[in-house]
């Protein structure tokens, strides 16, 4: 059975950094792999994806300040965020892209205030 555990999330002031880890069972990681997020009283969205070769791609709102990386050797996908935004406030979730449903995990929260 698939399990995707997120972590790494925290309260930090805004321009701080946080690194996420997703740590997955399974060869799931031979997909494209995706970060998400959803903030209060919004829909859930994609923030960034990388597929098997490493290729990447960006939400707009993201673009230059979080990176998305993968270590297959570890079953772990990392999302390295930088000059962080009150907006960027969120449960921040892994998954498949497209995400799967029932691959779904708890999130981590992060929070950026002053």
């Known amino acids: 059975q698939v399990h995707l555990a997120e972590s790494g999330g925290g309260l930090v002031q805004p321009g701080g950094s946080l690194r996420l880890s997703c740590a997955a069972t399974g060869r799931i990681l031979i997909n494209t792999m995706g970060w998400y997020r959803q903030a209060p009283g919004k829909e859930r969205e994609l923030v960034a994806a990388?597929?098997?070769?490493?290729?990447?791609n960006y939400a707009d709102s993201v673009k230059g300040r979080f990176t998305i990386s993968r270590d297959n050797g570890k079953n772990t996908v990392y999302l390295q965020m930088n000059s962080l935004k009150p907006e960027d406030t969120a449960v921040y979730y892994c998954?498949?892209?497209?995400?799967?449903?029932?691959?779904w995990g708890q999130g981590t929260q992060v929070t950026v205030s002053s």
């Open positions: 990388i597929t098997s070769i490493g290729t990447t």
């Open positions: 998954n498949l892209y497209p995400a799967r449903y029932d691959y």
